[in-house]
């Protein structure tokens, strides 16, 4: 058996809060392989959120350890940390968080900048990101001028345009209507067959059935870790509901 | 990421707000302009002073009859006269690099025609012109037998042509001075004002003799060819110090001073008044230019103020691109960029301005000024470290934001 992708043991956040520290995430060890996808779902202060920061090396744990693709990143800081998430992570934000007045383009070219890759490799890399994602035609747009579903695009464009191993989506469809977020779960379900590993944090269980693992956050704690044999398929779905308005 | 793209995100960063990024740049727009016209007007001013050192005639020292005690009662500088014509025959013999002339000063009323005017009135050598670096505009100047044989001849000065003649030619033309008549032989160049603001133009020479004996003297005078002043031209690159001390000695010696006794004369040397009087408009052009960098610098604190104000504004932005993978040099070096783009595109246009006012002023109030590319230089580069140092505190503190924490900025 291969190592799996991610692998934490007895991982802990603390937050000191005037006098009083809370236990953000109070000893979670989890093994992700590479290739799974996964819905992290719990209430508020479930600590689902510190658990996927930590994952995501935006933050450092308090004690534990995190091995993402056997490299122990918990002893990581700063640089290194920032070098990780770019190589291999990317980011799916529920308000989409691109650059405004920046065109579509030069949103998904971002990493690659912070990467050192050279401009015209750059842009070859990003317009073939946007092409991916179904939005080639819309490159030199700015994002006030696409909808909410094309931005959330972009932003997927953009977390894949430095081939990163997994997607981290904090509530990506959290500010879409219904059938923009069938969509995008489509174009994420897609990518996973294509064989990136794919974390979605959510508090919907709508969201949550397209995944084939779940993990259920309570207090800081994992309180229930299920396989979803039967994930629901959400290009199939888009199907149905197009036949049914037809 | 490179210098041409963090240029390029400033440049947007700046656009967006443009009127705040506009107002920030006045501050330092202002504080370049003012270091540029202060300057300016600081170097002109030093350049004036310097002119009139050459009018003046660089290299002179100037010997003053000395005091003189009278029952206890010391009379200031020039109230005996204790200098003689021969003092300044031997000062010029003895001494190689030393030409001397002496002087005799007076006033009096000097009549042509029917005009007249009240000017000073000069008795020296012909030397005296050499001294003064003075040299003539029309005629010439005295002939030994002139001078030996007290004649009746006067150069005059440009005021008194002026006063005088009117637009008559004065040379030959015979003027009275108390009731003597002199033959005008020659015409002095214009030299303009004293550093002390007198007219050196209302002047008439004579002959020192004739001057002592006609105009201005009285027998006791005639008897020790005494002279008020002697001038003494130090040759060019002699050191004026060392030729005043060999004056001072020759001085003493021949006035026979005792090791211990005050001198009975006095010694000035021009060229150290200047050189502190240059010294003083330099120190005035410096100071000029501290009170306009106080002003850059108060522009500087505006930068720092607004880029803290961005920096807060955009913490979302930071978190994002911390989590894209910006490392925190880029961040830093971001927030830097765009506080030196603030403060060099201001200096530039404080260079415009102040270049422009400098040349205004010039026009309008009729100063002197000298734009030095110097002080522009300096100015702009100044502008540049100010962008750094207000722009630092406020770049270091994005740098240092917890990715996680911005990200949630609200």
Known sequence: MTDPLIRTRDLVKVYRVGDNDIHALAGVSVDIARGESLAVMGPSG????????????????????????GQRVSELAGDALAATRNRNIGFVFQNFNLLARTSALENVELPLVYAGVAAQDRRARALEMLARVGLAARAGHLPQQLSGGQQQRVAIARALVTRPVMLLADEPTGALDSRTSLEIMALFQELNRQGITLLVVTHEADVARFARRVLRFLDGKVIADQANAAPADAQRLLEIEAAAAA | MSLGALLKVALRALAVNKLRSALTMLGIIIGVAAVIVMVAVGAGAQARVEEQIRALGSNLLLILSGARTQSGVRLGVGSNYTLSEDDAIAIS????????????????????????????????????????????????????????????????????????????????????????????????????????????????????????????????????????????????????????????????????LQAGAEDDFSLRNLAEVMAAQEASSRVLALLLAAVASV?????????????????????????????????????????????????????????????????????????????????????????FAIGVFFGYYPARKAARLNPVEALRFE
């Open chain 1, 46 to 69: 479930s600590g689902k959120s510190t658990f996927m920061n930590l994952l995501g090396c935006l933050d450092r744990p308090s004690s534990g350890e995190y091995l993402l693709g």
């Open chain 2, 93 to 256: 013999r003895e001494i190689p690099d030393a030409l001397a002339a002496p002087a005799l000063r007076g006033g009096a009323q000097v009549i042509w025609g029917n005009a007249n005017w009240a000017t000073q009135i000069y008795g020296t050598t012909p030397e005296y012109l050499d001294v003064r670096q003075w040299p003539l505009a029309a005629g010439r100047s005295f002939e030994p037998l002139e001078m030996t044989g007290a004649g009746k001849v006067c150069l005059v000065g440009q005021t008194v042509v002026r006063q005088l003649f009117g637009n008559t030619d004065p040379v030959g033309q015979l003027i009275r001075i108390k009731r003597v008549p002199f033959t005008v032989v020659g015409v002095l160049e214009n030299k303009g004002q004293s550093m002390m603001g007198t007219d050196q133009d209302d002047i008439v020479v004579l002959p020192i003799a004739t001057a002592r004996s006609r105009v201005l003297g009285t027998a006791n005078l005639a008897k020790q060819r005494a002279v008020s002043t002697i001038w003494v031209k130090v040759a060019d690159g002699a050191d004026t110090k060392v030729v005043e001390e060999q004056v001072r000695q020759l001085l003493r010696q021949r006035h026979r």
């Open chain 2, 295 to 383: 002003s850059l610098v108060v522009g500087g604190i505006g930068i720092m103020n607004i880029m803290l104000v961005s920096v807060t504004e955009r913490t979302r932005e930071i978190g994002l691109r911390m989590a894209l993978g910006a490392r925190t040099r880029d961040i830093l070096g971001q927030f830097l960029v765009e506080a030196v783009t603030l403060s060099l595109i201001g200096g530039l246009a404080g260079v415009a301005l102040g270049a422009g006012a400098a040349l205004g002023i010039a026009q309008i109030a009729g100063w002197r000024i000298a734009l030095s590319p110097v002080a522009v230089v300096l100015a702009v580069a100044f502008a």
